[in-house]
């Protein structure tokens, strides 16, 4: 089993949808949570981090349930800018990052 | 710009030639990580450096891929014998560890193909 899975993508949704990605992870021992986001060809870029309590950074919600090992992100009133691939990754306490294999998000007009 | 760079952006080899990339962390960075991407798949944790300690390495980091940070500035990593399989994307990112959260933040990659 791999330490980090996601949903399956691709997403394809209309301009103004709201689309819901899932994360699971293995390892109890991670510490640290983050959403990254990666345009085609280019590197992952940081979106937030997720925090036990929740957190929002305007159209996107992050959500972590530590219990169920169990990481989300929302994603409000979505642009033709959202259209990317995202990143759910964990951490353990002074280690590398570790990736799910990412899912495609793709809106459209 | 003060961003992670790397360099090449790109390298195209024959197989059995040997590689090397560079990367240069943010300045002040004390962490340096490397990472390699491959096509459908997130970016996987190979090596990283505490300034220029080399404290973590890979089941993946075979004995062909050797890393070094020499002066915890700047960091190489170098494919020796390359095949076929090691066409990936090798990112470089960067980290300040202060006892929170250190984020990293990635470089632009160095796209390697082996034919």
């Known amino acids: 089993r791999k330490e980090v899975e996601q949903d399956p993508g691709p997403f394809n949704v209309p301009e103004g949808a709201t689309v819901a990605f899932n994360c699971t992870y293995s390892?109890?021992?991670?510490?640290?949570f983050f959403w990254y986001r990666q345009d085609c060809r280019k590197e992952p870029k940081l979106l937030m981090s997720?925090?036990?309590s929740g957190n929002e950074d305007g159209r996107f919600t992050a959500q972590l349930n530590r219990a169920s090992q169990y990481i989300s992100l929302l994603i409000r009133d979505s642009k033709l800018s959202d259209s990317a691939t995202y990143l759910c990754?964990?951490?353990?306490?002074?280690?590398?990052?570790?990736f799910g294999k990412g899912t495609t998000l793709s809106v459209s007009s | 710009d003060t961003g992670v760079s790397q360099n090449p952006r790109h390298k195209i080899t024959k197989r059995g030639q040997n590689v090397t990339f560079r990367c240069d962390p943010i300045?002040?960075?004390?962490?340096l990580y490397w990472y390699r991407q491959t096509l459908g798949q997130g970016p996987e944790f190979l090596t990283y450096?505490?300034?220029?300690?080399?404290?973590?390495k890979s089941r993946l980091l075979s004995d062909r891929f050797s890393a070094e940070r020499p002066k915890g500035s700047f960091s190489t990593l170098e494919i020796q014998r390359t095949e076929q399989g090691d066409s990936a994307m090798y990112l470089c990112?960067?980290?300040?560890?202060?006892?929170?959260?250190?984020?990293?933040?990635f470089g632009p990659g160095t796209r390697l193909t082996v034919l």
């Open positions: 300045s002040e960075h004390n962490r």
């Open positions: 390892n109890s021992a991670s510490q640290s």
């Open positions: 990754v964990v951490k353990k306490a002074g280690t590398a990052l570790i």
């Open positions: 997720v925090y036990s």
């Open positions: 450096f505490q300034n220029e300690a080399q404290l973590e």
């Open positions: 990112a960067s980290s300040l560890s202060s006892g929170g959260t250190d984020t990293q933040y």
